[in-house]
Nanobody, 124 residues
Framework: QVHLVEPGGGLVQAGGSLRLSCAAS????????MGWFRQAPGTERQFVAS????????YIGSSVRGRFTISRDNAKNTAYLQMNSLKPEDTAVYYC?????????????????WGQGTQVTVSS
């Protein structure tokens, strides 16, 4: 069982930046990818970004491509989502998640472990 904790949300003005972190509770012997999703009220959970265990491959969702980047530090059991040029439409609860494999995937159903979510609000 892997527990994921995401401190670091908050309120930011449009055009600003914010970095989210996702800390895993323990190092596991399994090499798994990590992903970020977001969900605004009344909408479905949306894929944001994913990264393989080595960090060698990343995939960024089309709605944030060019503004957001994903990275990880396995020595710290932590993944990061750097969000730049934020827009009011980026306002959502952001979740980190881990699948049971080292595959990049956009499907929420492929992810076995989820953090509790952190609120990001972008004011205009």
């Amino acid at each position: 069982q892997v527990h994921l904790v995401e401190p670091g949300g908050g309120l930011v003005q449009a055009g600003g930046s914010l970095r989210l972190s996702c800390a895993a509770s323990e190092r596991t012997s399994s090499r798994y990818a990590m992903g970020w999703f977001r969900q605004a009220p009344g909408t479905e959970r949306q894929f944001v970004a994913s990264i393989t265990y080595s960090g060698g491959f990343t995939y960024i969702g089309s709605s944030v491509r060019g503004r957001f980047t994903i990275s990880r530090d396995n020595a710290k059991n932590t993944a990061y989502l750097q969000m730049n040029s934020l827009k009011p439409e980026d306002t959502a609860v952001y979740y980190c998640a881990a699948p049971l494999s080292d595959q990049i995937t956009e499907r929420p159903s492929d992810y076995a472990y989820w953090g509790q979510g952190t609120q990001v609000t972008v004011s205009s």
